[in-house]
């Protein structure tokens, strides 16, 4: 009679266990190579950014990790380059929240290779407080969407020269659950954290609907994605995380429900190597496979709204650094 309790202690840990391998998500299990491609990452320091460095530099590609913090990015580059025994990954300054920076950034990456077949705009930040860029904009606007809409813009050349190429853009999930800030595109006049996360998670399918319409015919591929929820760095503004008491208590409960890192990345690769993609623009993936977004996501009108509004932003800001 005693033993019984055990036995649905055995149960209850033997399902808890199952659904976490459950929660792991979609996998990307072909052995595609990547030997040849030359492979941009940005926020490749750390989280999901890393493990899709460490899954390509393994397939042989030649890695550029895209990095605001030279010296994190340096001790990952070397445990990375340590681990996949390739000497092909690189780490290359970026910071999204720097208009100049990302002029740079193509400047330097131009100077370094003379092709690019996969870009992977993976960098974000998520739910900080207010806070602007070096150029004004609202910082998860601003690093999340505006930074990379503007990198993408001047890497094109190069990923069509290099063609057939991919741009592969991580969303998330998250864009279900906020409105788009049409009205207020900067959050001038109010700000919410997670609203604009999502804000800004809207914008990266948006972009990615919209630049596909513009490759049409160029064989340059273009699709946003939502990597599960993942363990990773992107809940460092969170009070609750941060301190360490309760830190450990939602460490403990979210374990069942987070993928890990390496997991995390696998949408990233299958988006960014699966040969039955080499045809599909404009989609929007989770967990290796297609996935319908909200309809806002997927609005025509809105999307060259969107684009157009962005183009406005920079090229009002180059003009005023007098870069262009
Ligand atoms: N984790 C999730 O559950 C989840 C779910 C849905 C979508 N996503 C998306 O997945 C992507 C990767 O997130 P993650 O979970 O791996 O988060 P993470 O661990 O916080 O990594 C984010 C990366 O972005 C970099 N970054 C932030 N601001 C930057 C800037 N101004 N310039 C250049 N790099 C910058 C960070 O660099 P530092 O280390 O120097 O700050 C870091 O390398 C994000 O786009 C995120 O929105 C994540």
Redesign the pocket.
């Known amino acids: 009679m005693e033993q019984i309790p055990y036995a649905w202690l055995l149960i209850g840990a033997g399902a808890f266990w199952l659904f976490r391998i459950y929660m792991q998500g979609g996998k990307y299990r072909k052995n595609t190579t990547a030997l040849g491609k030359v492979v941009i990452v940005?926020?490749?320091?750390?989280?999901?950014?890393?493990e899709t460095v460490r899954e390509l530099a393994k397939r042989g590609a030649t890695v550029y990790m895209?990095?605001?913090?030279m010296k994190?990015?340096e001790e990952a580059r070397q445990e990375l380059i340590k681990d996949t025994c390739n000497k092909n990954i690189h780490g290359v300054k970026?910071?999204?929240?720097?208009i100049k920076?990302i002029e740079e950034f193509a400047d330097n990456f131009k100077k370094l290779e003379s092709r690019l077949d996969i870009l992977i705009?993976?960098?974000?930040?998520?739910a900080c407080p207010y806070m602007v860029?070096e150029d004004g904009f609202e910082?998860q606007i601003?690093?999340?969407h505006l930074?990379h809409f503007h990198l993408t813009n001047l890497l094109l050349d190069l990923l069509k020269k290099s063609a057939p190429s991919r741009i592969v853009v991580?969303?998330?999930?998250?864009h279900a659950m906020g409105p788009f800030k049409k009205n207020d595109f900067l959050s001038e006049h109010s700000y919410n954290p997670s609203k604009v996360?999502s804000h800004?998670?809207i914008a990266?399918i948006l972009f990615a609907h919209e630049l596909a319409k513009r490759l049409q015919g160029t064989k340059v591929t273009v699709n946003s994605l939502?990597?599960?929820?993942?363990?990773?760095?992107?809940?460092?503004y969170n009070s609750i995380i941060n301190k360490p008491i309760l830190s450990s208590i939602a460490n403990g409960l979210k374990w069942p429900f987070?993928?890990t890192?390496p997991n995390?990345a696998q949408t990233t690769i299958y988006a960014a190597l699966d040969p039955d993609l080499e045809f599909v623009s404009g989609t929007y993936f989770s967990d290796c496979q297609p996935k319908k977004t909200t309809s806002v996501a997927r609005d025509d009108e809105l999307a060259k709204w969107l684009w157009n509004e962005s183009d406005r932003l920079i090229k009002l800001r180059l003009a005023q650094l007098d870069l262009k």
Request: charged share 20%; proline share 2%.
């Open positions: 940005t926020g490749a320091n750390t989280g999901i950014g890393k895209a990095c605001r913090d994190k990015c970026l910071d999204l929240a720097s920076s705009n993976n960098a974000g930040i998520m860029t910082m601003g690093v999340n930074g991580l969303s998330s999930l998250a996360y800004s998670k990266n939502h990597p599960g929820v993942v363990e990773s760095e992107l809940m460092r987070f993928k890192t995390g």
